[in-house]
């Protein structure tokens, strides 16, 4: 199964609360941190929710 490279692009203060717990659920909490996730249509939901805050690479 495919990875998802996921990374904090853009600051999370002053941010919806769902949309900073949405981050911190991926397990993102400062600008420029990274984490792997599975490619499931969970994490999928997640990233679309947050799109304008993250980029996404696969691995």
């Known amino acids: 199964m495919a990875n998802l ?3 904090l692009v853009k600051s999370l203060s002053g941010r ?3 949309h900073v717990a949405t981050a911190k659920s991926l397990g993102l909490k400062k600008i420029g941190s ?3 996730q599975p490619d499931n249509p ?3 939901g997640k990233i679309a929710r947050i799109s304008y805050l993250v980029s ?3 691995e």
Do not use: D
């Open 5 to 7: 490279k996921i990374k």
């Open 16 to 18: 919806l609360e769902s």
């Open 34 to 36: 990274e984490t792997v």
């Open 42 to 44: 969970q994490t999928r």
């Open 56 to 58: 996404v690479t696969e």
